[in-house]
């Protein structure tokens, strides 16, 4: 083993051990990943997968840099394969006027086809050894640390809450250090579901004196729920203004209601609507924004967090995050994942 082998090790282990230091549950510290410590670190390993890739391709660079943009177009024709065909099924499941829009998804899934058929082919000609796929995944780990280290020089990522009135529009963001981005399009929640399993509670609170005494739970037979001897329907249960939950205030004295504990959320969704421009021309854009579903519009990432319930109406918790690096650090684990598969799995050569 090689005295800069052995330092590469010893550097990929240091940034193991900072990441896990990060990473633990009882004492880890998330500001450890943007540490001096970790930058260094994260910049000497970037460094020795660069030269690491140089070195094992000795003889064959041409053919690593060739393989490499053949292995991106492949994994291009693969994506266009999965989003246009995706696409053209749910066109085709509305069906109607939507079926030029299968015909034309289709095509372009197609393409996709075309490009994994021929890049494909000419990446398994060109990467015709398995040292070359080991170099290929040293520089895919560079590729991956150069993404991370761009985003955090450059990400902005920042928290936004939003009625879901379908009128207030989001169009720029101000951070709390002054800086202030202009998106360059709108946004708009126009509503918000949330879907809960078939486990409400119901419960009756006394009131004596202006003070809420016990409380007694209520259960529930169908469409009716039952208290001893009392029953009540539950459709008479109703909403009013300022109140979280449905209720039905019962006679006589002293004082009770009935109130009603929604089921456990199963599910939430916020439809929202973009504003923005194609290529010069309006475009109007209509998506539901799920938990960990998120949607992007030109350098912007939306996710949806949470949501809360005030006297207002719904309010949608959603993050907004524009990472520059995104794309390379996605790319670098694409290849570290392939390159290293192959790599595991080529036929070894023969020595002479």
Request: aromatic share 12%; proline share 5%; glycine share 12%.
């Amino acid at each position: 083993m090689t005295a800069l082998l052995k330092g590469g090790l010893m550097a990929l282990g240091a940034a193991c051990v900072l990441l896990l230091a990060g990473a633990f549950p009882l004492l880890g510290a998330p500001e450890v990943y943007r540490s001096g410590a970790m930058m260094l670190l994260g910049a000497l390993v970037v460094l020795l997968c660069v030269w690491g890739g140089w070195r094992l391709a000795s003889g064959r660079r041409g053919q690593l840099i060739f393989g490499l943009v053949f292995l991106f177009f492949t994994v291009t024709g693969l994506n266009m394969l999965f989003q246009y065909g995706s696409k053209a099924l749910e066109y085709a499941g509305i069906g109607g006027p939507m079926w030029a829009g299968f015909v034309g998804m289709g095509c372009v899934a197609l393409t996709g086809v075309l490009f994994m058929a021929v890049f494909g082919f000419l990446c398994y000609r060109v990467m015709n050894q398995r040292v070359l796929w080991l170099a290929g995944a040293h520089w895919a780990v560079a590729l991956l640390g150069i993404g991370a280290f761009v985003d955090a020089a450059y990400e902005v990522r920042m928290p936004i809450t939003m009625p879901a009135d379908g009128k207030t529009e989001l169009t720029e963001l101000f951070l709390d250090d002054g800086r202030h981005f202009p998106l360059g399009f709108r946004l708009r929640v126009d509503d918000f579901t949330v879907q809960r399993y078939d486990d409400a509670t119901y419960t009756i609170y006394t009131f004596e004196n202006g003070r809420p005494g016990p409380a007694q739970p209520v259960e529930r037979r169908g469409d009716m729920l039952h208290l001893g001897a009392e029953s009540w329907p539950v459709s008479a249960l109703k909403q009013a203004p300022g109140m979280p939950h449905p209720f039905l205030m019962l006679p006589g004295n002293p004082a009770r209601v009935l109130v009603q504990r929604p089921g456990t959320v199963r599910d939430y969704c916020a439809h929202i609507t973009i504003f923005t421009d194609h290529r010069g021309r309006p475009e109007l854009r209509k998506e539901e924004l799920r938990v960990n579903t998120p949607t992007a519009c030109k350098d912007w990432r939306f996710s949806l967090s949470s949501y809360r319930q005030s006297a207002e109406g719904t309010e949608v918790l959603l993050q907004a995050r524009r990472a520059p690096g995104r794309f390379a650090a996605l790319a670098g684990m694409v290849g570290i994942i392939i390159c290293t598969a192959v790599w595991c799995w080529w036929r070894k050569e023969e020595q002479a």
